[in-house]
């Protein structure tokens, strides 16, 4: 089946720095992917839509300077978290559809990166 | 506003029968999901619901009724390694998911 491959697992960073985390679609085109965020036993959170060949669309509230995604090809996608603080800190995962029956529009969730800032 | 309500947590007997029930007040009703969560790890996909009515795959079965915004995903025989967060998500009119925060099964033996 469809797979989304996201790198890297874990990154550890000191406040202040950036951080770039990729997300590839493998063996399949993905125009258009999620990145959600995630805080302990709470919902996943969208992020943001990422648009091959075209800004992303981000929801309310999440900061565009701060999170920056850029969606160079069919098959990747990137975040980068720029000057990373404590707060930061979360479960970021990004997803791409990847089909289903009946219209069901799957979502395919790459493994989920986990961010500590120190 | 839009919300997702299903139990924090649940706690059921290897080999038995549970349900996880969610319930949900969305702008408009185009599906729903139930995704699996192991700890640490990524959501994966279990079954889609857009008729009312029981979709059954296997161990898992999910039923939706659109009239009282109500699913519920049913797990038989139950292993070990089901235990996991199981997450309800509508997809509303502008098909947006709306995700519910989990539900955490713990399996004891």
């Known amino acids: 089946g469809a797979v989304v491959s996201q790198h890297p697992s874990r990154v550890i960073c000191k406040s202040g720095t950036s951080v770039k985390i990729e997300c590839r679609s493998l063996?399949?085109?993905?125009?258009?992917m999620f990145w959600y965020r995630q805080f302990p036993k709470k919902s996943l959170m969208l992020m943001a839509t990422?648009?091959?060949?075209?800004?992303?669309?981000?929801e309310q509230g999440v900061e565009k300077d701060k999170f920056l995604i850029n969606h160079a090809s069919l098959t990747l996608s990137t975040l980068t978290v720029t000057s990373a603080h404590p707060e930061d800190s979360s479960f970021y995962i990004c997803s791409a559809i990847t089909g289903g029956a009946s219209g069901a529009n799957v979502l395919t969730f790459g493994a989920g990166s986990r961010l500590t800032v120190l | 506003g839009q919300n997702i309500d299903q139990p924090t947590e649940m706690t059921a007997t290897e080999g038995a029968i549970v349900q996880i029930n969610c319930t949900y007040q969305t702008s408009g009703f185009n599906g729903l999901f139930w995704y699996q969560q192991h700890a640490g790890e990524a959501p994966t996909f279990l079954s889609y619901n857009v008729l009312d009515g029981l979709e059954e795959k296997g161990r898992f079965s999910s039923f939706l009724s659109r009239s009282k915004g109500y699913s519920y995903l049913l797990l038989k025989e139950l292993q070990m390694k089901d235990s996991a967060s199981y997450l309800c998500?509508?997809?509303?009119?502008?098909?947006?998911?709306?995700w519910g925060a989990g539900t955490k099964l713990i399996i004891k033996p």
């Open positions: 063996d399949f085109q993905a125009t258009t």
């Open positions: 990422s648009n091959e060949g075209s800004k992303a669309t981000y």
């Open positions: 998500a509508v997809r509303d009119s502008n098909y947006q998911l709306i």
